[in-house]
């Protein structure tokens, strides 16, 4: 009866004033498995406050206000399951609701007007998202439609030389949550925006080199999985750092005291965890190979061994 009309936006502390004290004395189940026979707590409880529970989270819960949160922490494991899928509905609609085309654009929108602040707050779903996946038994359609919304504000964002840390704020929570083929998608994407960026801003020029691409890209070693991120390093760095100083070493006035000044700055850009990779090292040994052959063409003397 006293549940009969209960709202957790207007009483939250019910659950915790009238049950937790009567926990030491009845059974509960400990997994939250529906197939079990429930106990007979936990049926008066199904009778009692689990359609209410249910009507209030499908047409009154605003994930962004209601702290739900603590009555659910209070409640069996049992109960929390049989609201699971409905907490999980409610979600993806809040979900559903976000527009991340307009989100992008309203951040255009505060770059070029130089704005003190850019924010994409309305693509923090993470805020409201996260906190309640405990309460969640099947996520996957929850995280399958947040990282489309995420793939999707991807598709708006141009890497550039500064304030790429809102968009790193966006995703980062979200790389340490998913997993399988949500995890190789979102990461997918963000490899093809910065090769995208590689592409189009980026080349070795010795004499007027432009570095911020690169920068942004070491920037992204740590978000990124790091066979992902060495991938694109490998196709847009390094094979064009080797192929570059190629042409340069191939010119009959270059200067090869300039050339090893070079090779030397690139070589400490690279962190000291990203040059341990062997990969990485064979290709800068390669480069030591390549200047040393041509030093020795030059001087008529054998390549060094």
């Known amino acids: 009866r006293a549940f009969h009309d209960w709202s957790p936006a207007t009483h939250p502390h019910l659950v915790e004033d009238i049950l937790v004290p009567l926990h ?6 400990d997994d939250g498995d529906l197939s079990e026979r429930l106990a007979p707590f936990e049926s008066l409880l199904h009778r009692a406050l689990v359609p209410g529970l249910r009507r209030f989270i499908l047409t009154q819960w605003d994930p962004l206000a209601d702290d739900l949160g603590l009555p659910l922490s ?5 109960t929390v399951a049989a609201v699971s899928g409905d907490i999980s509905n409610r979600l993806l609609r ?3 609701s976000i527009e991340p085309r307009e989100a992008m654009h309203k951040r255009d929108s505060q770059l070029n007007a130089a704005a003190g602040g850019v924010s994409l707050s309305g693509l923090r779903i993470d805020r409201i998202i996260i906190p309640w996946l405990p309460y969640i038994h099947d996520r996957a359609e929850l995280i399958a439609s947040v990282r489309r919304k995420l793939c999707a504000a991807l598709d708006y964002w141009t890497p550039t030389k500064e304030n790429n840390g809102e968009i790193v704020s966006v ?3 979200w790389i340490e949550i998913f997993q399988g083929k949500e995890l190789r998608r979102l990461c997918a994407k963000i490899s093809d925006r910065l090769e995208a960026m590689l592409r189009t801003e980026f080349q070795f020029n010795a004499q007027r080199q432009v570095i911020w691409p690169f920068k942004v890209l070491v920037k992204w070693h740590n978000i990124l999985p790091l066979n992902d991120w060495f991938a694109l390093v490998k196709r847009q760095v390094l094979a064009r750092f080797t192929d570059y100083l190629k042409v340069w070493l191939e010119d009959p006035n270059a200067n ?3 050339v090893a000044d ?3 700055q690139w070589k400490q850009m ?3 965890e990203i040059f341990a990779v062997e990969a990485v090292q064979q290709e800068f040994k390669r480069a030591v190979v390549l200047m040393a052959y041509a030093l020795s063409q030059q001087e008529g003397l054998p390549p060094a061994v």
């Open 24 to 29: 030491p004395f009845v059974r509960i189940c």
């Open 256 to 258: 090869y005291a300039e």
């Open 74 to 78: 209070r409640l069996p494991p049992t």
């Open 171 to 173: 995703l980062l929570p």
């Open 262 to 264: 070079w090779y030397w």
């Open 270 to 272: 690279y962190p000291p």
């Open 94 to 96: 809040y979900v559903d």
